[in-house]
């Protein structure tokens, strides 16, 4: 007995729809594996992006609650000088500091602030320059301008007592202002000038009371071109010497501070 065409396809559909009543209306699809994330319009980066902004909530809220967001330091140390500056110069110490500082996160902060040194340098014999009489007694006072960055180290890893020190790096751009007075010439007028440095370094800071008051202290190397880095004006005239051929030299920096936070 032979079949219509037409009666063929309809069996095949009626056993098609049977067999999904049969098995509660799922059809299988070799196509789809249950996954959803490969469907047209689906982002396959979702849950990762996801798990970026909850960690980033997440540490600005911690910073919220226990992190400092400007804090202030007075300090005290010492100001010294490398190279023929520093066999000329005699330091007063001590230097002093302010500076202030606003913070990021709990990892980096904005730093600026103003520091003020003191030193004394003697020439007893007559000069190129000055041929006449010694220049004697130079009183030279440094003002400098300072503005930076400084990066706290993650010390999570590490022992207690590193992680309560707050070790930091720091670099800041520097502006040092220089007034030269001869104090045993009262013809010769006061030489100022300025110039430009930088300076990098690191610190810690010693916890007194968390988040509110701390013990900083910093050491920092500093390179500055100072207005009479080159000048010959000290060269002597007396073989039995006395003077320098030039100012060059650089400088280091020691402070401790007591820092307000808050």
Same mark, same amino acid.
């Given at each position: 007995?032979?079949?219509?065409?037409? @009666?063929?396809?309809?069996?095949?559909?009626?056993?098609?729809? #049977?067999?999904?009543?049969?098995?509660?209306?799922?059809?299988?699809?070799?196509?789809?594996?249950?996954?959803?994330?490969?469907?047209?319009?689906?982002? @396959? $980066?979702?849950?990762?992006?996801?798990?970026?902004?909850?960690?980033?909530?997440?540490?600005?809220?911690?910073?919220?609650?226990?992190?400092? $967001?400007?804090?202030?330091?007075?300090?005290?140390?010492?100001?010294?000088?490398?190279?023929?500056?520093?066999?000329?110069?005699?330091?007063?110490?001590?230097?002093?500091?302010?500076?202030?500082?606003?913070?990021?996160?709990?990892?980096? #902060?904005?730093?600026?602030?103003? #520091?003020?040194?003191?030193?004394?340098?003697? @020439?007893?014999?007559?000069?190129?320059?000055?041929?006449?009489?010694?220049?004697?007694?130079?009183?030279?006072?440094?003002?400098?301008?300072?503005?930076?960055?400084?990066?706290?180290?993650?010390?999570?890893?590490?022992?207690?007592?590193?992680?309560?020190?707050?070790?930091?790096?720091?670099?800041?751009?520097?502006?040092?202002?220089?007034?030269?007075? $001869?104090?045993?010439?009262?013809?010769?007028?006061?030489?100022?000038?300025?110039?430009?440095?930088?300076?990098?370094?690191?610190?810690?800071?010693?916890?007194?009371?968390?988040?509110?008051?701390? @013990?900083?202290?910093?050491?920092?190397?500093?390179?500055?071109? $100072?207005?009479?880095?080159?000048?010959?004006?000290?060269?002597?005239?007396?073989?039995?010497?006395?003077?320098?051929?030039?100012?060059?030299?650089?400088?280091?920096?020691?402070?401790?501070?007591?820092?307000?936070?808050?």
């Amino acid at each position: 007995m032979r079949f219509p065409k037409t @009666i063929l396809p309809l069996l095949l559909l009626l056993s098609v729809s #049977a067999s999904h009543a049969q098995f509660g209306g799922e059809l299988s699809n070799p196509f789809n594996g249950g996954d959803d994330d490969l469907e047209i319009g689906g982002d @396959i $980066f979702s849950d990762f992006n996801e798990d970026l902004d909850t960690n980033k909530v997440l540490e600005d809220e911690r910073f919220y609650r226990y992190g400092r $967001f400007f804090s202030f330091s007075l300090g005290l140390g010492t100001t010294t000088f490398t190279g023929n500056r520093g066999l000329a110069y005699d330091d007063d110490n001590p230097s002093y500091n302010f500076g202030v500082s606003y913070f990021l996160n709990f990892h980096n #902060a904005i730093t600026m602030g103003i #520091a003020y040194s003191q030193h004394n340098m003697f @020439i007893g014999n007559t000069t190129i320059v000055h041929a006449s009489a010694p220049p004697g007694n130079i009183e030279v006072r440094m003002l400098r301008v300072h503005f930076g960055y400084r990066y706290y180290i993650d010390t999570d890893d590490l022992g207690t007592a590193i992680t309560w020190s707050n070790p930091y790096l720091t670099g800041n751009f520097e502006y040092w202002y220089q007034k030269n007075k $001869f104090l045993d010439l009262d013809n010769i007028d006061t030489l100022s000038g300025g110039g430009m440095g930088t300076a990098l370094g690191g610190g810690f800071e010693f916890p007194v009371q968390i988040k509110e008051s701390y @013990i900083g202290f910093e050491v920092l190397f500093h390179r500055v071109n $100072f207005f009479d880095r080159y000048t010959a004006d000290y060269q002597v005239n007396s073989v039995n010497g006395g003077g320098y051929e030039d100012l060059t030299g650089d400088v280091w920096s020691v402070m401790l501070s007591y820092v307000f936070s808050w």
